[in-house]
């Protein structure tokens, strides 16, 4: 069987027992701030796990694309060295929420493997794994299933700590886990390696296949198992190994799926398709490059970006090892859109941006390595014996991209060796201040949480009558929060949006008799709204009725903006291009900010096309509509999902007229109209390959309009002229400064000029060698270079060094005659000046440039040019 029909085989064998088939979520995982990157099958049902989310399913299938290359689960270093590591990987898992557990989950796997209608695997060829004291799940293997107890294996805590086995599954320090069984394929006696468990079992002749976790804790930072509300399943069954067994291989880059990629691979760099291990890296590593910018993350220097930054620099490094010339990688990206660009259409959209993105970052890394190779080459100049220091090659590698094998390459060329633990410490005190650093690694239960729901009705209203449910008080659950206490009000409903999709959080007041508790934000968790604020007057009680009050000219405003950047979004796309995506967002009540993927600044033209497109749909006046549907009706209305956000099964499309759709449960004006106009003051990046768009609406834009006529009529007036004929004053003042300038420039070449006769009869005699140091403060560096040229030619066989404070810096020019630089360098006189007033410089052994910022040491400075020359003959 092909992977494909695999992939296609697991779906509907568990359509067919009753599971929802549920789309591959992103790689980016949806509002879950404990991830870098979606790396199992359930992340997108965390929260059904936890029982903080419901679904209309109970039971889901999916094969989910998973990107491992970062934080807890990282197999990147083991890419391309074993037949079974990936940085990307396909898993197919069947779920249950609450629903089967155990018994099925095992028969459900079990028939998948063996019956005949399906896989078809040999039973005989299947040992199994259960946590040690998980008796239950090894009475249904041994009792019910019937697989004999020789080839049943139990695995304690073997990784030095309670529940740390491989058969103890967690999704990170916190969260779902639980134990669960495993399911090995047998290989044979041909291959070498031992079952689990044994000392032997890191070989391939035993492969896992399928793991059962059965999810019945959630565990927080203190490390404690708390039950979860009903015992779940996950299962994940990686694609590419069951792959193999089907083919009859022994390593997943013999898949059908992999071949074409090799070749592919192969043909771009040049090489021969032997299978080596660098190939494979390449072939690897350009699925998980593609999913990724296919998926909105684009190279940087901090978190997804720089592990996908790492792995494009992983693959260019290994494409060089086989010899490729020049940019190749980008070029491997239609075979992979060839590949799986069926069961994942975003490769299909994307591809041509997926291609920019790689040739550009390829290009990069080109230059930075250029760099790295000049501080390599100065290091081991200066190197004292035969050892490269680690902190060296951490340099190399942290700020240049310069992997350690090539290091340790260029080093062993030279009989030298590497300090390998040096560079480990160097990175293990990186990974810590990373650690430190991340927001993936926060507790997932240390926000508020609350098992009821709040009922959203702010859609329609900005006021109404609701129920206490919960209190707050520095994140701890009170029953009374008492005048002047800052806290957060859990309320049963409200028409108080909760920030998300980068709208803010309404902000307002919640009155209860003489209580008056002042909302300052909302935000959410799970399916509770968080009214965050203080309590001016009274108490408020759990259980007590309130009245709520959203500021409904903070709201309108705010609803303004985040239509406008609809519109936005919208335009965007059609005047850049469809590689254009929504990085994030802010929208409040002043101003709209909008982040979006382009490689280049956008050209004025561009942005007056931008406010032209937006302006006339607003002046177009059309209704701006809602609609409640599924992900996947949303999706054939052409509907954009916005950056980083999760969607449930129902979704809201919101759309205006024709120009834009998308998925938005954020508040919005009712008509585009509403939004009166748009203008945008401001464009630039913000990180490679993201740009920011700042725009203002309605009274607001209106307003800086207005500012900017007053400051145009205020420069009018300066040059005496009008806003109609101000164009022409300006020219003519800036004529006038033209000409006043180069008459400044000639009177001071004159000036100089008339200097040099007098300076020239000043120069010392130094072993025959005319030496000239002077100090005229006031002359600029353009003006010290023609001094310099003309003294040049007036002294002949001449070292000069001229210096000037000017505009409260030291500025520097030194010069050395062409019949001397063999001996004397004009650079190197001038590093030694600049250094003494506290800057650098350099420049050709004839002429040189420096200055620096201590005006007080330019004398000494000057002073050092006659030892300079007396040492240099």
């Known amino acids: ?82 037949a079974r590591h990936h940085t990307f990987f396909e ?87 639980g134990p669960c069984t495993e399911i090995f394929y047998d290989h044979g006696a041909d291959i070498w390696g031992g079952p689990p468990g044994s000392p032997e079992e890191d070989g391939d002749r035993y492969i896992e296949i399928w793991n059962n976790v059965f999810m019945q804790f959630n565990r927080t930072a203190d490390g404690v198992l708390h039950p979860l509300p009903a015992p779940s399943v996950d299962t994940g069954m990686g694609l590419e ?37 660098s190939l494979k890296v390449v072939a690897d590593h350009i699925r998980s490059c593609g999913f ?98 680690g902190d060296v090659v951490f340099k190399l590698y942290d700020t240049y991209g310069f992997p350690m094998d090539l290091t ?29 650093a991340s927001s993936f690694g926060m507790d997932y239960n240390s926000l508020v949480k609350v098992d009821v729901a709040t009922e959203f009705t702010g859609y329609t209203a900005h006021s109404g009558s609701a129920k206490i449910v919960a209190l707050y008080k520095d994140g701890q659950s009170v029953d009374v929060l008492s005048e002047g206490e800052e806290g957060v009000v859990v309320l049963d409903q409200t028409p108080f949006y909760a920030e998300s999709g980068g709208q803010i959080g309404d902000c307002g007041f919640l009155q209860a008799g003489a209580a008056r508790f002042d909302v300052r934000d909302t935000t959410k968790t799970g399916g ?31 609803s303004l903006n985040h239509s406008a950047t609809h519109l936005l979004h919208a335009a965007l796309r059609q005047v850049l291009g469809e590689h254009v995506q929504q990085k994030g967002s802010l929208v409040d009540s002043q101003r709209l900010r909008f982040d979006f993927s382009h490689f280049e600044a956008i050209k004025p033209e561009q942005l007056k096309a931008l406010e032209d497109i937006v302006n006339a749909e607003i002046r177009k006046n059309s209704l701006v509509e809602t609609e409640e549907t599924d992900i996947e009706t949303a999706k054939q ?44 003051i401001s464009e630039g990046g913000v990180a490679s390959g993201v740009r920011r768009i700042e725009a203002l609406t309605g009274a607001a834009a209106l307003a800086y ?99 000037s404070v000017h505009e409260e810096k030291v500025v520097l020019v030194a010069g050395v005659t062409k019949d001397l630089t063999g001996q004397l360098k004009a650079g190197d006189l001038m590093k030694q000046a600049a250094a003494a007033v506290g800057g650098k410089g350099g420049g050709r052994p004839d002429m040189a440039q420096g200055g620096g910022v201590d005006a007080g040491a330019l004398d000494a400075a000057l002073a050092l040019t006659v030892p300079f020359v007396e040492q240099g003959l």
Not at 243 to 271: M, P, R, T, W
């Open 1 to 82: 069987m092909k992977s494909a029909e695999i992939r296609e085989a697991f779906l509907r064998f568990f359509e067919e027992q009753g599971h929802t088939r549920v789309a591959s979520s992103s790689l980016i995982p949806g509002n879950d701030p404990t991830l870098l990157f979606t790396n199992a099958g359930m992340n997108q049902f965390k929260d059904c796990f936890l029982g903080q989310e419901k679904r209309a399913y109970t039971r889901a299938v999916s094969s989910q694309k998973c990107v491992r290359a970062g934080g807890k689960h990282n197999d990147l270093e083991n890419v391309g060295y074993t």
């Open 91 to 177: 898993m197919l898992g069947n779920f249950s929420f609450g629903d089967y557990f155990k018994r099925d989950a095992i028969t459900y796997a079990w028939n998948f493997l063996t019956s005949e209608k399906w896989l078809n695997l040999p039973k005989e060829k299947l040992w199994v794994t259960v946590y040690a004291s998980d008796d239950e799940a090894y009475d249904i293997w041994t009792k019910d299933i019937g697989v004999p107890a020789e080839r049943m294996v139990r695995i304690g805590d073997n990784k030095g700590a309670p529940y740390a086995s491989d058969n103890f599954w967690t999704m990170g320090d916190t969260g779902p886990c």
């Open 241 to 277: 190994r069951i792959s193999a067994v089907l083919q009859h291989v022994h390593s997943n880059y013999e898949i059908d799926l992999f071949q074409s990629l090799l070749s592919a691979s192969a043909k771009a760099i040049g090489c021969t398709n032997d299978a080596q291990a």
């Open 292 to 389: 990724l910018i296919a998926d909105g993350v684009l190279p940087s220097n901090e978190g997804r970006g720089y592990v996908l930054r790492r792995i494009i620099r992983r693959a260019c490094r290994h494409g060089n090892k086989l010899g490729a010339k020049g940019s190749f990688f980008y070029q491997i990206v239609a075979a992979l859109v060839a590949e799986m660009g069926e069961a994942f259409p975003e490769l299909k959209s994307q591809q041509a941006h997926i291609e920019r993105v790689l040739k550009a970052e390829e290009e990069q890394f080109a230059k930075t390595l250029e760099q790295g190779l000049k501080i390599l080459e100065q290091d081991l100049a200066e190197l004292k014996g035969d050892v490269v220091p």
């Open 408 to 436: 340790g390459d260029i080093a062993r060329e030279r009989n030298l060796t590497i300090d390998e633990e040096g560079f480990e410490r160097e990175m293990e005190a990186q990974r810590v201040r990373a650690r430190s």
């Open 528 to 558: 509770a709204f968080l009214h965050h604020g203080v309590l001016d007057s009274g108490s408020l009680i759990v259980g007590a009725p309130v009245e709520t009050h959203v500021d409904a000219d903070v709201r309108h405003a705010t």
């Open 637 to 680: 209305k052409g509907a954009m999902a916005l950056f980083g956000e999760k969607y449930g099964d129902s979704v809201r499309v919101l759309s205006m007229g024709d120009f834009s759709v998308e998925l938005c449960g954020g508040i919005h004006a009712t008509r585009t109209g509403d939004i009166g106009l748009l203008k945008i």
């Open 705 to 803: 309009l207005n500012a900017a006529e007053e400051q145009l009529k205020d420069a009018a007036n300066l040059v005496k002229g009008s806003r109609d004929n101000l164009i022409d004053k300006l020219s003519a003042v800036l004529e006038r400064n033209r000409l006043l300038e180069k008459q400044l420039e000639q009177l001071q070449a004159k000036a100089a000029s008339a200097a040099g006769d007098d300076l020239s009869a000043s120069a010392l005699d130094v072993k025959g060698v005319k030496v000239l140091a002077v100090r005229l403060d006031g002359q600029d560096g353009k003006a010290l270079l023609a001094l310099v040229d003309q003294l040049k030619n007036k002294l002949g066989r001449a070292v000069i060094l001229l210096g």
